[in-house]
């Protein structure tokens, strides 16, 4: 969180002795509150004041990292509660969760499943980014052995459940170095998960229902293991919400350094289609990692999409380049279709016409990434924007008709296109599922 320059003045000597080049402290405090100079500018600055200045300007909420064989995950360091007050930075992790009561072909078919779980949506691959092995098997040689498995059949950072923590040692060791799974205590494994991750510098989740005292509990040990996170346990639905953004609004609104750590949850032991209503709504309010235990894929893409959704930047519009494209193999005879480079906008078409296996040419106008309707309401889709993309596209020369198709929802512009670009206009549907019926229906070269 950004001090402003009064907060840092305070810090100083106040002797305006001029040594950091500044004639006065003041004039230095509001060069480092604008990030135009660091603090060591300044000689005279005691330990104090430097330790105090530097915990004070660290993130209100920790960043924690995991990371598997090949990268890293990391979550946390939020700076704001709502996403539109500026934007969610990193998103929530979805872990899937691996008994290691399951034999080892079982564990091989659930990793399959985990690695299957990638999809492609508007423009961009989606998928889980962890693996949790739970210890139910009360084993800890088998915790450690199926903990392996997962984490070299997946190659995804771990989360290491278990109520026994010389099981969670067997596991962190089974793994090599240079791989730090977040270790998750239960039941009486506190005290040996803390050595633990303070000897192997491992994260570690903390689990208490009671907010307060799990305050306590981080206040006392996030000296020596900085990398924690939080979890309420096995709450009903809004109580972990409530708890999760009781945690957040402390930790931002009133930097209550104690619960300024990113929140695992859990939506587990329930039918797949509850499971991922659930995870979605701890996705929005505000979880860090949320553990699922289906594999179903129509349950986790719901997830991944809405997690998708809620971080992308609002600040930014997501957007195609505004240009030709091809949707599969499209001839000289087949359709032009007229749309905007909003990304959610161009997909929708793109898909539609994929999924139906036709073939067409896709023009998105650039609209600064605004949908259809947004963009002919601020004038950013009408005639003389359209007429520029296709004179700049050359498409003419790729067609032996002279048609385009144009969103139903602006079909009351088809007229003046068609006097501005001296092409045939033609409303095709308001909505992106008409495509394929209104070109197998409708469409006449
Ligand atoms: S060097 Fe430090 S004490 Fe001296 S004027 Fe600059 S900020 Fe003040």
């Not at 659930?110 to 210890?135: E, W, Y």
């Not at 300024?260 to 587990?268: D, I, K, N, S």
């Not at 359709?335 to 898909?351: A, D, G, Q, R």
Request: net charge neutral; aromatic share 6%.
């Amino acid at each position: 969180m950004a001090l402003t320059g009064l907060e840092i003045f305070k810090h100083l000597p106040k002797t305006n002795c001029k040594e950091c080049g500044f004639p006065t402290c003041l004039a230095f405090a509001m060069k480092v509150a604008a990030g135009q100079e660091g603090l060591d500018s300044c000689p005279k600055m005691t330990d104090e004041a430097r330790l105090a200045l530097s915990a004070a300007s660290a993130p209100p909420q920790r960043l924690v990292k995991l990371v598997g064989p090949q990268g890293e995950f990391a979550v946390g360091q939020e700076t704001v509660m709502f996403r539109h007050d500026e934007t969610f930075h990193n998103p929530t992790g979805v872990a899937i969760l691996v008994s290691d009561a399951l034999s080892n072909a079982e564990i091989q078919a659930r990793c399959q499943a985990i690695k299957a779980l990638r999809f492609h949506r508007v423009g961009t691959d989606i998928s889980v980014d962890l693996a949790a092995v739970q210890n139910t098997s009360a084993n800890g040689a088998k915790f450690a052995a199926a903990a392996k498995a997962v984490s070299e059949q997946t190659s995804l950072p771990l989360v290491l459940i278990s109520p026994d923590g010389t099981a969670l040692k067997q596991a962190a060791e089974a793994l090599g170095s240079g791989i730090k799974p977040l270790l998750v205590p239960t039941d009486g494994a506190l005290d040996s998960a803390v050595e633990l991750a303070k000897e192997k510098k491992l994260p570690l989740c903390l689990t208490n229902v009671d907010l307060e005292a799990l305050s306590s509990l981080t206040e006392k040990l996030s000296a020596n293991v900085p990398d924690l996170m939080i979890c309420p346990g096995n709450l009903p639905s809004p109580k972990v919400i409530e708890y999760l953004s009781v945690a957040r609004r402390a930790a931002l609104k009133k930097k209550y350094r104690p619960l300024g750590f990113p929140a695992l949850v859990y939506a587990t032991g329930q039918d797949p289609a509850k499971a991922a209503i659930q995870a979605s709504a701890y996705v929005a309010k505000y979880a860090g990692i949320v553990v699922l235990d289906t594999v179903e894929p129509w349950a986790v893409v719901a997830v991944l999409t809405t997690r998708q959704n809620i971080y992308t930047d609002p600040r930014k519009p997501v957007q195609v380049e505004p240009k030709l494209y091809d949707s599969g193999q499209p001839g000289d005879k087949d359709p032009l279709l007229i749309t905007t480079n909003f990304s959610l906008s161009f997909y929708s078409v793109e898909s539609e016409l994929t999924a139906a296996r036709l073939s067409a040419r896709i023009l998105a106008v650039d609209t600064e990434g605004t949908s259809v309707l947004t963009a002919w309401a601020a004038d950013k889709f009408n005639p003389e924007t359209i007429t520029k993309a296709l004179n700049n596209s050359q498409v003419q020369n790729l067609l032996k008709h002279h048609k385009v198709v144009i969103p139903g929802h602006v079909a009351v512009i088809s007229a003046s296109l068609a006097d501005e670009c001296g092409w045939e206009v033609l409303v095709g549907p308001k909505e992106a599922s008409g495509i394929p019926s209104y070109i197998k229906n409708d469409w006449k070269p």
